[in-house]
């Protein structure tokens, strides 16, 4: 089964800190995504990367970057966290694009900011 | 821009019974769509995808149909169990314009679906 893991499940920050989300995934998919989702907004992008090194801005960047340096790890970071910022964070992958596959997200990640 | 948008919000069956989740989208450029459910305070699990060129796809319970011209699909669960009780979201896949758009979705705001014993 494919395993899509974020490492930090609930976290409390304060306002200004650098934060960062991680996410690894275990089937060596091409693409992998970040999305928040909130209550009454729904899942938004946030960004996404379709090879290492490689990235997209998706629906709301701001006040978000990501790295990819190795393939099955992509992560989240926000440079100085902010209360609008406290959300759901899911972490998701794909094969590469063009094959219709499906995608696969994982359990998420609480953020609070303070 | 497209639009996805899933009437009710919110659902509460007896079990047993047999039920239908609508999803509507506005434009019907789509990839494929996608059925996710959600349990509370988790991630997303895929339920069943359809490509824009199929009609419907079937897992156990489930059947998902597609109308890509009407911008509508439904997803039916036959005989409802307690343990269906979940958020359920359809999400469509923009049809590729690049070399990449695969899990670019746009997703609905979801049902909430309550199956009582």
């Known amino acids: 089964d494919v395993k899509v893991t974020q490492s930090s499940r609930y976290l409390v920050k304060r306002t200004g800190e650098k934060v960062f989300l991680e996410c690894v995934q275990d089937?060596?998919?091409?693409?992998m995504f970040w999305y928040r989702q909130d209550p009454g907004l729904g899942l938004r992008l946030i960004y996404f990367s379709y090879d290492v090194k490689m990235k997209e801005k998706g629906d709301i960047p701001e006040g978000y970057s990501v790295s990819r340096e190795k393939k099955e790890r992509f992560s989240l970071i926000l440079e100085s966290a902010s209360t609008n910022q406290t959300s759901m964070y899911l972490c998701?992958?794909?094969?590469?694009?063009?094959?219709?596959?499906?995608?696969?997200f994982g359990e998420g990640s609480w953020l609070t900011v303070v | 821009k497209q639009e996805v948008t899933q009437i009710p919000a919110a659902l509460s069956v007896p079990e047993g019974e047999n039920l239908v989740l609508n999803c509507s989208f506005t434009?019907?450029?789509?990839?494929?769509l996608q059925w996710f459910r959600q349990d509370p305070g988790k991630g997303l699990t895929s339920l069943l995808l359809?490509?824009?060129?199929?009609r419907e796809q079937t897992s156990g319970r489930l059947n998902a149909s597609l109308d890509k011209s009407s911008g509508r699909s439904t997803l039916y669960i036959a005989a409802s169990q307690p343990g269906d009780s979940a958020t359920y979201l359809c999400?469509?896949?923009?049809?590729?314009?690049?070399?990449?758009?695969?899990?670019?979705?746009?997703f609905g705001q979801g049902t909430e679906l309550s199956v009582k014993p």
């Open positions: 434009d019907s450029a789509i990839y494929n």
């Open positions: 998701a992958s794909s094969l590469f694009a063009g094959s219709g596959n499906t995608i696969y």
């Open positions: 359809i490509q824009s060129s199929q």
């Open positions: 999400a469509v896949s923009p049809s590729p314009s690049g070399y990449n758009q695969g899990g670019k979705l746009i």
């Open positions: 089937m060596d998919h091409e693409n």
